[in-house]
Every structure is written in structure tokens, then in C-alpha cells.
């Protein structure tokens, strides 16, 4: 108790001495009466503001946050700086005498942000310093979410699986060694192992992670695809899609999904079954209270110190991108992409907004004794993209998440259960240059081209396929705006071309049914060849035959025949190739890029130095690191669905109750399904619980 007290006195007198050097430097604000007072009465107004400013951020903002459930979530934390502004202004009236006051409301916002940030910096190094304090209030935490939500079920181990977006294998390995991610290090020489696994042929995170989180990804083919029978482009990480997908997986597979009992999900693009949800695409598309997923942001921001430094972060994240990309141009850095526009925004939302939340969210979980947690943390992925896998700028972004991972584990230490913490990642990253940079042409150009139609003089520009564009748009209540164009190709008589990283997408409305190689050379006798042959082009994929240059061509069913001709982009890559024949929404024409053995360059359709979606490279290998005290995965994992079943496998092993363990009858199996699909509608009603606070506030919004 005399700890916590000489705490509070500390962050008082930090406040107020803040306070005090801002009445000095802003000519707008003062703490002394108009005839002037003394040192002393100057100094006692100060702590008198300081101590009214932070009761009334302790008392008055969750009840204003909860207030402000319907307002997009980046339009909130653009108004906690003026909310924030308004509380000091009531806490300057409420000073005796009228000696406080600021003449303009900017002057009152400039001021509370400081305050907040030098009250939470202060508080965040007390913890810090004083290892006993921090353990006693995770302590406290802990106790009060016990008797709040009641203990957690047997003493079981629990798991908490933290997904590091497009970090590759030897990506980690690099970081691990180099020591960009010392925590990483340390579980790897003590506790960890660390293998990679083998993705499927359509290397991104919708496939990867509707695999893992709900063991099946079949009919997946890319990141955005068309489908002939509803006349609509699916796109992965577009809410109504993701939402589809997880429906479709849920009735194959007849299971809600990895985490469907006392499970969590934060930061996905699907759900797993979760009933507790945060920043999770799949639900992302309804409106108002019952929307579980967005109510993250506001669990997050209701505490003021949590919404003022992320916001400084914010800004000097966006500061740190603009100086990165202008040192990269003046240095003639090749390949490199355009990142100006929004992207400086979209980066910073990815790597400091949703982190944030994310990470705050699990530690919720920890404390509150969830028996299983799934997090995806986007950082590395997004700053891939467009800065390339390898760099300065990733590096900074791994070392970042390394100390998240060092915050998560701290804290689960802690925790009201044992944990045990699994990594791994989705996908790699291959760098090369973009297929438009390389020849000067899209490929779109390069297929109305071999189809005989008119290509404009000016290449198009692509769309990126990050899923941070899409977190954005949700967190403005805008969720189905991006590439609305694409979501019902108009009337023509041109193909539909998509791009996923490096993997292309063809299909012509036009012909019924999944075309023939016979087909489509009638109709476009000089389209396979073009393609083929064009030397950004790797192999395509034609109803069941592969495609190569110089006229080669393998039969699936013919064994052998795929091995052969796909050999340069590994012994799993055939497996690949056949299994996405089989989907019925497979295009027309499915065209991987060209890969280079030796460099590991891949040509993306997208505009992106560092992509993923097809094969070649560091891509299709991402990792699994888990504790030594779970079996190993053996052997290595091939395919997102295989990673499902190691993950179930490791929850049995926890001997916890959180997944089914015997097959469910066909009657439950629906069940669960009809479930499923309810809980999809716009509107749906929602049980569900969010932490809130850093650390803290275990008062949340519903």
C-alpha cells in the first residue's frame, strides 16, 4: 500500500511540474489569478489542477468512451485528443478563485496530451523499475477477473498463439541470430524449437490462416478470385468474403473452428470459432454496439494514457516512414515501389494502432485465464510490402515485435493459468522486382494484349493485397469500399484479371464452366502462347495441364510429368499445383511469375518489392516455433490444414476442454453451422467480452 502511495505522489508531482513548464512556455494558459500570485499558490494551483485532471480521466473518460460506441474507431482516436482537452478545461474551473484557465480550446488540447503522455511514461518506468509493484498489480489484475468472471477450468495449461504476419523461416532465423529479436533467441537456446512448414499454393494469409484457425482452406485459390457462378470477385480480406469463407469452412469441416471453446481471437482475418473477438475481419462488416470485433479499439482508447501514446506513435511512426522512403529514393534503392499517398497512414495503423491493441488485448486474455489464444500481429507483413523483406526498415519492425513478445510473456507469467506460447507465421515474404517494373506492362495489359484487345498506353497500377488496407477501412466503418469496382466486373467482352503477389488470376465470363485449354485457344489462339513464353512468366495452370516455355507441358494425372517441369520451384510444388486444380473456382487460367533459384526473386503483379501468393521462394516457407514440453510436428507440415491438426494435437495435449475431441453427429455438426451463419448477420446480438485498458480497466464495452 505505502508503494502504490509514493507511486500516485510521484505521477502527481510529475503532472504538476508538467503543468507548471507549460503555463511558462504557452502564452494562453495560466495558473495564477489576473493581479498575480506567489510562487507557492502558483504551485499548489498546479497540483490542485493536476490532481482534478486525473480523477477526472480516471472516472469521467470510460463513461465518455462508452458514449462514443457508434464513432468509427480512427475518427475516436482523432477525438481523444479533444476530449481529453475538454476534462482539462473542467478541471481548470474547478480550481478556487479562477486561477487556472487556458484562452484557447487548441491551447487546453496541447496541454492534456502532455500531461497524459508524462503521467503514463512516469507510471510505465515506476512499474518498471520497481519489479515487485508490477508483479503485485498483475497480481491484482489477475484476482479481480477471477472474481469477476470466475476462475478458469481445472488448472489445465492454456496456449496463446501469436502469428508474426509474412515473417519466413529464415527470416526468424536471421533475426534470432543477428539480434534483432533477442526474446526469440532466449526461448530458442532454452525452451523452443523452430521448423518451417509448407504452404499451399496460394501463399497468403486468407488461405494460410482459414486453414489453420478452421482446418480447412479448400476452394481458396488466391487472394482474390472471380467466380463465375455468382458473377462477384471474392477477395480475402474484404469482411462480406472473409465472412463467406469462414461459413463455407465451418460446413466442411462441420466444426466452429480451433478456439471454438474459452478461445479468443485477436487481430485475424477469421474467427476460429472464438466467442471472444478484437479487430477480427470475418465480423468486421456489422454495424452499431453488436459489432464485438471494432469494440477493441474502444476497449483500448478507454484508457486516455493508452489513446495519447499511441497516438505520439502514431505520428512518429508516419514521421519515420516519409524519412525512410525519401532516404530511399535519394539513394536510388532498386527495385523500389511508390509509398506515398495513404500508405505513410495505412503503415502506422498497421504497425503501431493495431499492434497496440492486439497486444493489450491478449494480455486481457492472459489475465482473465482464456484457455486458448490466436493474435495475428500485421507489423512486418505491411513494411514488407513495399520497403522489401530484408532492410533497415523490417528490422526495426522485428525488433519492435520482439519486444511485444517479451511484454506477452512478462505478463503470462503472471497469469491465473500456466502458459504455453506457440509462434509462427502464416507466410514468407520473396523480394524481386514488380512484373510492371520488370517489363513495363501489367498483366493485365499483357493478356488483352494476347486476346487482341486495345491496351492503354499507361500500365495499371495493380491494387496491394495488405490486409492492413482492409483493417483500416473496417475501423471506419467503411468495410466494403475497397476495390468495389472489382467486386462485380461490368459487362465486356475483356477476361477478368486478378493479381495475388505473384500468382495471376484469368477467367472469361464469357465461357461457361472452367474453360479448356481447346476452348480458350479458340477463342484466343495467341493468349497461352503469349503468356507462356513471356519471360516474367514462370508456368501456367490450364484444366489440368501445366504450361511451361518454349511449348513444354505436363499432365497433373500423368505422375511424374509436374515434378519435372515445376522442379525449380520446389519437390512440394506439384502437390500444390494439383490440389488447386481441384477447387471449383480454380480461374481459368492460373499464371505463377518467374523465380529465380539463385536470388529468390519473384516478379509480383502487385505493385510490391516483397510479396507472397504463389510459389518461389522464401514465401511458401514459414515457420512454427512451439515449447519443447509439446510434441514435435513430425514432419514438417505441408499445407495450412496440416498446421491445424499439429495445433489441435498441442490443445489436447494441454488436457483442457477447448476443442471437441470426438467427432460430433451430423445433427450437431449443423448445429453449429446455423450458429455460425447467424452470428455473421449485421446486427447480430453478442455476448462477448473484450479486455480493455493496458493491462487495466476490467470494465469493458459491449
Known amino acids: 500500500m505505502g508503494g502504490a502511495l509514493v ?19 504557452l502564452p494562453d494558459f495560466r495558473l495564477q489569478s489576473a493581479d498575480g500570485d506567489s510562487v507557492t499558490r502558483i504551485g499548489l494551483t498546479a497540483a490542485w489542477g493536476a490532481g482534478v485532471f486525473g480523477l477526472l480521466s480516471a472516472l469521467v473518460w470510460p463513461v465518455l468512451v462508452r458514449a462514443l460506441l457508434l464513432v468509427p474507431a480512427l475518427v475516436l482516436g482523432l477525438l481523444v485528443f479533444f476530449l481529453n482537452g475538454s476534462l482539462l478545461l473542467m478541471a481548470l474551473s474547478l480550481i478556487p478563485a479562477g486561477r487556472g484557465a487556458a484562452v484557447a480550446p487548441e491551447t487546453a488540447v496541447v496541454v492534456a496530451a502532455a500531461m497524459s503522455a508524462v503521467a503514463s511514461a512516469t507510471s510505465t518506468a515506476l512499474a518498471v523499475r520497481d519489479d515487485e509493484a508490477y508483479r503485485r498489480r498483475l497480481y491484482r489484475l ?7 468472471f470466475g476462475a ?71 487472394f482474390r478470385w472471380y467466380e463465375k457462378d455468382t458473377g462477384e470477385v471474392m477477395v480475402c480480406n474484404r469482411p462480406t468474403s472473409a465472412a463467406e469463407l469462414q461459413r463455407r469452412a465451418v460446413e466442411r469441416t462441420r466444426d466452429g473452428g480451433l478456439l471454438t471453446l474459452d478461445g479468443a481471437s485477436r487481430g485475424n482475418l477469421f474467427s476460429g470459432g472464438a466467442d471472444q473477438l478484437a479487430l477480427v475481419l470475418s465480423v468486421a462488416a456489422r454495424r452499431g454496439r453488436a459489432n464485438r470485433s471494432r469494440a477493441g479499439y474502444f476497449a483500448y482508447f478507454s484508457d486516455p494514457a493508452n489513446a495519447v501514446r499511441t497516438a505520439l506513435s502514431f505520428v512518429a511512426e508516419v514521421a519515420r516512414e516519409t524519412g525512410q522512403s525519401l532516404r530511399s529514393r535519394l539513394r536510388g534503392d532498386r527495385p523500389r515501389v511508390a509509398r506515398g499517398g495513404l500508405y505513410p497512414l495505412i503503415r502506422a495503423f498497421a504497425t503501431v494502432v493495431e499492434r497496440d491493441v492486439v497486444v493489450a488485448a491478449v494480455i486481457g486474455d492472459l489475465l482473465a485465464g482464456r484457455a486458448a489464444v490466436y493474435a495475428d500481429l500485421v507489423a512486418y507483413d505491411e513494411v514488407a510490402h513495399h520497403s522489401g523483406p530484408r532492410g533497415r526498415d523490417t528490422d526495426r519492425v522485428l525488433a519492435r515485435l520482439d519486444r511485444s513478445l517479451a511484454l506477452i510473456a512478462r505478463v503470462a507469467e503472471h497469469a491465473p493459468r500456466e502458459y504455453r506460447v506457440v509462434l509462427l507465421s502464416d507466410h514468407g515474404q520473396s523480394p524481386g522486382e514488380t512484373f510492371l517494373g520488370r517489363y513495363g506492362l501489367s498483366l493485365k495489359d499483357l493478356v488483352r494484349a494476347g486476346c487482341g484487345l486495345p491496351v492503354s498506353r499507361r500500365a495499371g497500377r495493380t491494387r496491394s493485397g495488405a490486409e492492413a488496407r482492409a483493417a483500416v477501412l473496417a475501423a471506419l466503418h467503411r468495410p466494403v469500399e475497397e476495390e468495389a469496382e ?14 495475388s503477389g505473384n500468382l495471376g488470376l484469368i477467367s472469361f465470363p464469357d465461357l461457361p464452366g472452367r474453360a479448356s485449354r481447346a476452348l480458350i485457344e479458340r477463342a484466343h489462339p495467341a493468349l497461352l502462347p503469349t503468356l507462356a513464353n513471356h519471360p516474367g512468366v514462370g508456368f501456367l495452370l490450364v484444366d489440368g495441364e501445366v504450361l511451361g516455355p518454349d511449348g513444354a507441358v505436363a499432365r497433373l494425372d500423368v505422375p511424374g510429368e509436374a515434378e519435372a517441369l515445376l522442379a525449380p520451384f520446389g519437390p512440394g510444388a506439384a502437390r500444390a499445383v494439383r490440389r488447386t486444380d481441384s477447387f471449383p473456382h480454380v480461374a481459368d487460367i492460373m499464371v505463377n511469375s518467374a523465380y529465380d533459384p539463385e536470388t529468390g526473386a519473384v516478379h509480383a ?37 496440416a498446421v491445424h491438426a499439429v495445433l489441435r494435437r498441442w490443445l ?51
Not at 142 to 148: I, W
Not at 616 to 629: D, I, K
Open 7 to 25: 507511486r500516485v505522489v510521484l505521477v502527481w508531482a510529475a503532472s504538476t511540474l508538467t503543468m507548471l513548464v507549460l503555463a511558462g512556455i
Open 142 to 148: 489477475a484476482d479481480r477477473r477471477r472474481r469477476r
Open 152 to 222: 478458469p477450468p481445472g488448472g489445465s495449461p492454456g496456449l496463446v498463439f501469436l502469428q508474426l504476419d509474412g515473417v519466413g523461416y529464415e527470416a526468424l532465423r536471421r533475426a534470432a541470430a543477428e539480434g534483432l529479436m533477442p526474446t526469440v533467441a532466449g526461448w530458442l537456446e532454452r525452451s523452443h524449437r523452430v521448423m518451417p512448414w509448407h504452404t499451399d499454393w496460394s501463399s497468403q494469409t486468407g488461405a494460410s490462416q482459414l486453414g489453420i484457425l478452421h482446418g480447412s482452406n479448400f476452394d481458396v485459390p488466391a
Open 486 to 499: 472489382e467486386a462485380r466486373p461490368g459487362p465486356g467482352p475483356g477476361p477478368v484479371v486478378l493479381a
Open 605 to 641: 503483379f502487385e505493385e510490391q518489392i516483397g510479396s507472397h501468393g504463389g510459389l518461389g521462394g522464401e514465401q511458401a516457407h514459414p515457420f512454427l516455433m512451439w515449447p519443447t514440453v509439446l510434441s514435435e510436428p513430425a514432419p514438417e507440415p505441408v499445407g495450412a490444414e
Open 652 to 702: 489436447r495435449e494441454a488436457d483442457g476442454p477447448q476443442v471437441p475431441l470426438a467427432p460430433r453427429s451430423a445433427q450437431q455438426a449443423e448445429r453449429s453451422a446455423q450458429a455460425s451463419r447467424e452470428d455473421y448477420r449485421p446486427g447480430a446480438p453478442s455476448d462477448g467480452i473484450l479486455p480493455s485498458g493496458e493491462l487495466s480497466a476490467p470494465d469493458e464495452p459491449r
